[in-house]
């Protein structure tokens, strides 16, 4: 009777240690888990963080391109004014040149043959 409650003492020895092994085991994989998911947070909060900052940037690059378009926009109306009034000046000129001329002609010595 002894040795066989030596014998259970072993069985049982053996297998509260397994059982402790299991237990220590599954405590390193819950931290190992925990570890990894806190990575992965960290990491998504990350990636939110860059993206946030790149659509930041997109936006003031938009807002720099669109305010240079209007700019040169505003460019390009004065410049093609500033054209169309010279143009007229010019046709101006030449209405006078030719009124002139008649004028000249009009009022010139005729010609003796």
């Known amino acids: 009777l002894g040795k066989i409650g030596k014998e259970e003492e072993k069985v049982l ?3 509260r240690e397994a059982e402790m092994q ?4 599954l405590v390193r994989r819950q931290k190992d888990q925990e570890q990894e998911a806190k990575r992965q947070e960290k990491e998504r909060k990350k990636e939110e963080a860059e993206k946030k900052r790149l659509e930041k940037e997109n936006e003031k690059l938009e807002a720099a391109q669109a305010k240079e378009a209007e700019k040169r926009k505003k460019t390009e109306e004065r410049e ?3 054209q169309e009034k010279k143009q007229k000046e010019q046709q ?3 209405i006078l040149n030719k009124q002139k001329a008649c004028l000249m002609s009009f009022f010139a010595k005729p010609a003796t043959t």
């Open 13 to 15: 020895k053996f297998d």
């Open 92 to 94: 101006k000129k030449q």
């Open 22 to 25: 299991r237990l220590a085991q």
């Open 80 to 82: 093609r004014q500033e």
